[in-house]
C-alpha cells in the first residue's frame, strides 16, 4: 500500500474540506436562486454540486489509500446574494481552487505519486471548466 507524506496528506485534506464546501454551497445556490434566468441558472449550481460530490469521494478514497483519515472539516461556504453574486462567490471559489489543485499537482509530483499527481489532473481540468463556465453565464449577467 503506498505512503504519503503528511504534507501531501494535509493538502489533500484541505482539498477535501473545499469540495465538502463547494457541494453545499451549490445546493444552497441552486436552492436560493431568484429571477429570470433562476431556472436555468439554479441547475447548473445543483450539476456544479454533483460534480464536486465525487471529487470529495475521489480525494477521501485516495487519503484513506495513502493512509490517512479523511477529513470531515468543511471550508467557508458563501450563500445568498443574487444571481450575479451568487456566480461572481463560484467564481471566485473555482479561480482559488485552480490555484489549489496546480499546488497539489506539483506537491503529488515532486512526492513521486503519479496517481495522485493524475487525479489532482483531472480535478484542476474539471474545476478550470467550471469556471469557464460560470465566467459565460456572468457575462450575460
Known sequence: ?????????DALNEALSEELASIIQYLYHHIQARGMDSAA????????SMIEMN????????????????TTAIGPIKTGG???????DNVKAEYEAI???????ALA???N??????????????????ANALESLLEKK
Open 113 to 130: 505519486d503519479p496517481v495522485t499527481r493524475r487525479l489532482m489532473e483531472d480535478i484542476l481540468g474539471d474545476t478550470e471548466e467550471h
Open 109 to 111: 509530483a515532486k512526492e
Open 55 to 70: 471529487h470529495a469521494y475521489k480525494i477521501a478514497e485516495r487519503i484513506d489509500l495513502l493512509g490517512g483519515e479523511p
Open 82 to 88: 443574487d444571481l450575479k453574486k451568487m456566480l461572481e
Open 99 to 105: 490555484e489549489m489543485y496546480k499546488s497539489l499537482v
Open 1 to 9: 500500500m503506498p505512503k504519503a507524506s503528511k504534507e501531501l496528506l
Open 41 to 48: 441558472i439554479g441547475e447548473v449550481f445543483k450539476g456544479l
